[in-house]
Every structure is written in C-alpha cells, then in structure tokens.
C-alpha cells in the first residue's frame, strides 16, 4: 500500500502528465480528423494514475512476463491509451503523427498490433469478458500480475459484461480491477435518456463485487483506491469514476457533441492555450 505522502508526491507528476496527454490527444485527433476528444479526456487521469503511479510493467520490456495486464474496453478511447505509452516511452512519440492516416496501424480504436496495447476493442462490451479470463488464467498459473479493465459507462448496456462480471465474482478474482468512466453520457445523449443504470453501485454489489466510488479526476483518491485493491479478500473489485466528459477544455466538458467532433483551427488553438501549451 502506498504511503499519503508518496501518493501526494506522485500525484504531482501524474496530474503534468494527464496534461501532457490531453495536448497529444487534440493533435492527434486534429490531424486526423477524427473524434472521441470527450471520451478521451474523461478516462486521461485514470490512464495517468494506473500508468505512472499503480500499474507494475516496464518501458523498456513491454512483453515482461510480470506486467500488469491493462484492458481498455471502450475503444473509442484509443487516442489516450497511445498518449499515455507514448509519454512513458513505451512507444515513439513520432508516432502519435501516424494516428488516423492511412495504412497506419495507429487506427482510431485502440488496437494490439501497438506495443503495449493487449487487447483491440471498439466493439463495445468485450473487454471486461476479455481481462476476467485474463484474471483467471492467472490464477490458475500461480502467477502475481493483475488485471485493469476500464469501461464506460454506455457499454454497461452490454449483456457480455453482466455475464463476466459474474463469472469473477463465482471465481473469486480478486486480481482484477475493473474500473467503469461513469461520465453520465454515451453517443447521442445521456445514460439515463438511452437506458439508465442507476441503482448501479447497487446492482454491482448484488453481483459480488466490491465496489468504490470516486471522483476520477481526483489523482489522490484514484491513487488510494487503486492502490489498496482488492479491497475485500476473494472478491473483484470495481472502481466506480464518477467523471466529467471533456475534462479539461472548458468548452468540451460535459457537451455529448465531443463524442463526435473534430476541432478546428481555432477550437485547437483555444484548448491547447486552456492547457497550456505554449506554442497555442
């Protein structure tokens, strides 16, 4: 477990780098001409805390037997994911440049033909089915490493992840750690319009696992709590991250429209000055 005084002292650092990961998001983005900016910037403190402060893997031995498995099941996210292994020199920051182009393998959902990415996605509701049987080959290998998988909120309309969910619960995976982007919007309109979830914390404790809320923006309380799983012996746990669509732009946050848009060069120039970039 990690002592206050370090997570606070770490907390520094990731919070500079889910900045520096939210810069390389919009260019990317931007050049590409794609979209998911909102989807990315919601889950980018939680990709900064799980690589720079929890997960165990090393840079420079992406395959390392030992690693800590991470799962990204809403893959629409791919943006972020290759922001945060570029800034931990896990892959060529040059290659941020190839993100969306054609004949790149950098595509728009986050794909395992990229160092350090285990699992493609973007078909939603796979992830969390994928990493459980990730969890259960591990323990049925005596091996240490853990499982992360982060969800959004919208996938949990998916029945695959009900099943999954429990599966590790009547296999007692307490090496998983599930964690679901609980930004209250999915692509056309909020949760509760499209098919609502709540009482959600409810229903995953029904399901046998232990469950925490936070805020996900929060690098202290997302280190705490990632840091103490599993937080009841013989039981999954879930992190739910109560998140902000856009975070980080104030013009972005909470606006379902950034699911889908592209900025401009004006809105690029707007959100990386928000960010501080110098060069905005």
């Not at 893959?75 to 054609?102: C, F, K, Q, W």
Request: aromatic share 8%; glycine share 8%; hydrophobic share 40%.
């Amino acid at each position: 477990m990690l002592e206050v005084n370090k997570i606070k002292q770490d907390a520094v650092q990731t919070i500079a780098l889910a900045r520096s990961m939210r810069k390389d998001v919009l260019k990317m983005v931007y050049r590409a001409r794609a979209s998911h900016v909102g989807s990315c910037f919601s889950v980018t403190d939680i990709l900064a805390v799980l690589y720079g402060q929890i997960m165990n893997f090393r840079p420079e031995e992406p395959s390392w037997h030992l690693r800590d498995r991470f799962i990204l099941s809403k893959g629409h996210a791919a943006a972020a994911v290759y922001a945060v292994l570029a800034n931990m020199r896990i892959i060529p920051r040059s290659d941020l440049e190839t993100y969306g182009m054609d004949g790149s393998q950098y595509m728009t959902h986050v794909s395992h033909k990229i160092t350090g990415v285990e699992f493609s996605s973007g078909s939603l509701g796979h992830g969390l089915p994928f990493g459980v049987g990730k969890a259960l080959a591990a323990k049925k290998l005596g091996q240490t490493w853990r499982v992360f998988v982060l969800l959004s909120d919208g996938e949990m309309d998916e029945g695959t992840n009900w099943e999954a969910l429990m599966f590790a619960s009547h296999h007692r995976l307490d090496n998983i750690v599930a964690i679901i982007d609980y930004n209250k919007l999915q692509s056309l309109t909020t949760i509760a319009q499209t098919l609502g979830l709540e009482p959600l914390v409810d229903k995953l404790t029904a399901f046998g696992w232990a469950v925490r809320e936070v805020d996900g923006h929060d690098h202290d309380a997302l280190c705490k709590g990632l840091a103490e799983a599993p937080w009841q012996p013989g039981k999954p746990s879930l992190l739910l991250a109560h998140t902000v669509k856009g975070k980080g732009v104030s013009f972005m946050e909470n606006q379902v429209e950034w699911h889908y848009r592209s900025p401009d060069d004006k809105l690029l120039a707007a959100s990386l000055a928000e960010l501080g970039d110098p060069d905005a």
